[in-house]
Structures are given as C-alpha cells and as structure tokens.
C-alpha cells in the first residue's frame, strides 16, 4: 500500500469519528443537569419546554461553526510557512 493510500485511508476514517461524534452530539445537548433550568422546565408547559430546547440548539449552533471554521481555514494552511 503506498504512503498516499494509507493518508487517504487515514483521513476517511477521522472523518467517519468525526461524523460519529456529530451525529451523537445533539443527543447530549437536552441531557443538562442545571437544577434550576430542571426546575423551570419542570413547571413550565410542552411550549416553554420545545423553546427551551430550541434555544440550547440556537446557542450551540453558531460556535460549533465559527470553531469548525478557524479548523478548516488552518488545516488548509498547514504548510503555508513550512521551510523549503
């Protein structure tokens, strides 16, 4: 196997983890454990209960890109200032 077929193999497979992880994130993002948000929550409606939830989506969403960003924008210039 040549030394570009094992990189290539390398990089489908951290992006099949990084999927993973992805996919498995949102489940965890209703799992918090603030005794007041449980509190409010609790005695709250299905309505109050849906916004909250979209909320913590809402606010999770724009850093989760802006990171993903500033890693790509890296990545690409990985050897931007590698001598020659």
Not at 49 to 73: D, Q, T
């Amino acid at each position: 196997m040549s030394d570009q077929a094992a990189k290539s193999r390398f990089r489908i497979w951290i992006l099949s983890v990084a999927v993973l992880i992805a996919l498995a994130a949102p489940s965890g993002l209703y799992a918090q454990s603030c005794a007041l948000c449980y509190q409010a929550a609790a005695n709250s409606g299905a309505n109050f209960i849906e916004a909250l939830k979209r909320g913590i989506l809402i606010l999770f969403f724009p850093p989760l890109l802006i990171g993903s960003g500033i890693v790509i924008a890296a990545y690409r210039k990985r050897y931007r200032y590698v001598g020659d």
